[in-house]
């Protein structure tokens, strides 16, 4: 019998639910949350995805709802309230559709989407989005972390930066646009420590560089440090565990200036360099059900009393029982 699978994310700002199979995207439908002003709130967040998630559901069962056989949802990491919220219509689901509920990591299922959209098959994986940023890699039944932030992640450093000078979220595609108008590099701090980087100086830097630079240029060079930690780092995981790709995932991939230094990296060892195409690096529905669905076909459900949330969920605590 074919396998489809029903993916719900609402780990943020994005809520989305989502229909696969095992070859393609059958249906997918989306309603983001916009702040009035400001960066995420939880709550407010929290309180968007309740109002419109029994409608995005509806319209995407329309398109494409025939035969369900598991429904899958972000169990962590992410805010709580989110969390919380797109948890409880997914255990709603599974039991009204009498199928398995599947509880995913988040983190994970930007890594496996691309996987599936690329022809990616082991690689290092640099995952930038809002609260994350890690390189990781899958070894002996589990992704293992070679790096991470160690205080924020690097979207939301960006958005941080932007929404300080007056930028609406999110603030980091503003911030790229405005990086191509730059005349000069202005020296920030450059934040490695072992194979871990941090952001938060540099965002306070940042601030501080306006004083005596113009903004496209303090735009610029932070993207250029930032950057270049992220790669510096990625590069030494390659080197450290001998694999010959790279895939880039989470919704900062979208930066083409974040691409280009990686490909350069990538060329420069000889190594393949993936990014899947945009639809796929922000959250959405589908990476939740594709997911979903590879735990589905290794034998995995999670029963409903056991479906908590858990907003701190590492990707390194997840078991990989599809691989």
């Known amino acids: 019998m074919k396998i489809s699978i029903l993916g719900l994310e609402g780990t943020a700002w994005n809520l989305s639910a989502a229909i696969v199979d095992e070859n393609d995207v ?29 409608d995005i559901v509806r319209q995407t069962l ?54 599936w959209k690329t022809p990616a098959k082991d690689p290092v994986t640099l995952y930038v989005s809002g609260a994350n940023s890690q390189v990781l890699a899958y070894r002996k039944g589990r992704y293992r972390v070679f790096g991470e932030t160690l205080d924020i992640g690097i979207g939301n450093a960006l958005d941080k930066f932007a929404r300080s000078v007056g930028l609406s979220h999110p603030g980091g595609p503003k911030v790229e646009e405005l990086a191509r108008q730059a005349k000069q590099y202005v020296p920030l701090p450059y934040t490695v420590k072992g194979m871990d980087f941090s952001f938060s100086g540099l965002t306070t830097a940042a ?13 610029h060079s932070f993207q ?8 510096e780092v990625t590069e030494r995981a390659v080197a450290h565990t001998g694999k010959n790709e790279v895939l880039l995932a989470g919704g900062v991939g979208a930066n083409l200036r ?9 060329e420069d060892r000889g190594i393949k360099f993936y990014v899947p195409e945009k639809r796929f690096m922000g959250d959405n529905g589908a990476m939740i059900a594709y997911l979903g669905l590879l735990m589905y076909k290794s034998g995995y459900s999670t029963p409903v009393p056991d479906s908590r949330v858990n907003p701190g969920f590492r990707p390194d605590d997840a078991v990989v029982t599809w691989q």
């Not at 249906?27 to 309740?50: D, K, L, M, N, V």
């Not at 039991?95 to 983190?107: A, D, F, Q, R, T």
């Not at 250029?224 to 790669?231: I, K, R, S």
């Not at 974040?258 to 990538?266: D, G, H, V």
């Open 26 to 54: 059958i249906a997918e439908t989306t309603a983001t949350y916009i702040p009035a002003s400001g960066g995420i709130h939880p709550r407010e967040a929290a309180q968007h995805h309740a109002n419109h998630i029994a």
């Open 207 to 219: 601030q501080e560089a306006l004083k005596r630079a113009a903004l496209p240029d303090v735009c």
């Open 224 to 231: 250029e440090t930032a950057f270049a930690m992220l790669t």
């Open 258 to 266: 974040l691409r280009e230094m990686l490909a350069i990296m990538c």
């Open 62 to 115: 329309k398109k494409g709802g025939r035969n369900i056989s598991a429904v899958a949802f972000s169990i962590g990491p992410g805010l709580g309230p989110c969390l919380r919220t797109v948890a409880t219509a997914a255990r709603a689901l599974a039991l009204s559709l009498e199928v398995p509920l599947i509880g995913v990591n988040h983190c994970i299922a930007h890594i496996e989407v691309g996987r």
